[in-house]
């Protein structure tokens, strides 16, 4: 996908950004920059699950309904939602209303209490699956090695709604790759914050 210049303010930016400011702003402050936060990870993780089979920015447009409904996707809170609280969700029309997903959010949220047990932290497992440094650019995939074997080792360890494709979005998203395209005026700066970036250990 090439670079996108239809912008007011004339800056380059990845093709699939539209011209929303909501759009923009996620898109410049957050996609592909380095995220090491155990909260703002198993958020992201659980929104990229809901957003298969959907267009990001419905996801994008409903983030502060899910954030509401899921208790800010801290884990600890999450993992202890009951049937009342599913049937609350699937009554919420600010989220999309999949039971399925609803209760793969749940079921991962105890994966991830016990990741960060385990691990020490959820980012610390999360971030081994980077890419190796010089690693060929695997934009325009939905795919990657690293993202098929991330999306392995967590259905191994019972996490759901993880396949390859919607983690390797979550990589893009959290900065595990720098996907923005070389002409993106964010290109640069995603790559200067992931060589600052202090990886989770």
């Known amino acids: 996908m090439t670079a996108n210049s239809d912008f007011s303010d004339g800056l380059a930016r990845c093709g699939w950004v539209d011209t929303s ?23 992201q993780l ?80 999360l971030w081994r699956f980077e890419a190796p440094p010089g690693a060929a650019s695997t934009r325009g995939a939905s795919t990657s090695a690293q993202s098929e074997a991330l999306s392995k080792a967590l259905k191994k360890l019972g996490w759901k709604f993880v396949g390859p494709t919607t983690v390797y979005a979550f990589m893009q998203s959290v900065g595990m790759v720098n996907d923005h395209h070389p002409d993106c005026h964010c290109h640069g700066p995603s790559e200067r914050a992931r060589k600052a970036f202090r990886r989770p250990a």
């Open 46 to 125: 659980c929104l990229e699950g809901f957003q298969s089979g959907l267009s990001w920015r419905t996801i994008l447009n409903k983030r502060e309904a899910f954030r509401r409904g899921f208790a800010g996707f801290d884990p600890a809170k999450v993992a202890r939602f009951d049937e009342t609280r599913i049937q609350a969700l699937l009554a919420d029309a600010g989220i999309v209303r999949h039971r399925g997903k609803i209760e793969a959010v749940i079921n991962n949220a105890g994966r991830a209490l016990e990741m960060i047990e385990r691990e020490g932290s959820l980012g610390a497992f």
């Open 21 to 43: 400011p909501e759009y923009i702003a996620y898109h410049d402050t957050e996609w592909g920059f380095p995220q090491g936060d155990d909260r703002a990870l198993f958020e």
